[in-house]
């Protein structure tokens, strides 16, 4: 008797988690998906963050050429008595 109740109630159990298994696993995938999508975008973002890396240290040294080109013109420009036009 208690091993056919048995049998019974894991016939139940069984036929309950083959539904929710099948859920699983299509959430699974959907998973999976979005997390390739997400792998893609990181690459894509980890590049845009180096390229503004490169720009902004770009923008340094020419911030340091632009100053030091500006105190040459502005030198020269007062030793000529020219008036600079901005």
């Known amino acids: 008797m208690i091993d ?9 159990v069984s036929g309950l988690l ?3 298994n099948e859920k ?3 959430h ?3 998973l999976e998906s979005h997390s390739d999508k997400l792998d893609n ?3 894509a973002l980890t590049s845009i963050e180096a390229t503004l890396k ?9 911030k ?13 420009e007062n030793k000529l008595g020219l008036t600079p036009q901005k």
């Open 4 to 12: 056919d109740d048995v049998k019974k109630i894991k016939d139940v």
């Open 18 to 20: 083959e539904p929710i």
């Open 24 to 26: 699983l696993d299509m």
């Open 28 to 30: 699974t995938e959907l």
């Open 41 to 43: 975008h990181t690459e």
């Open 54 to 62: 490169g720009y902004g240290d770009m923008y340094e040294v020419n």
């Open 64 to 76: 340091d050429k632009i100053g030091e080109l500006d105190e040459r013109v502005t030198g020269v």
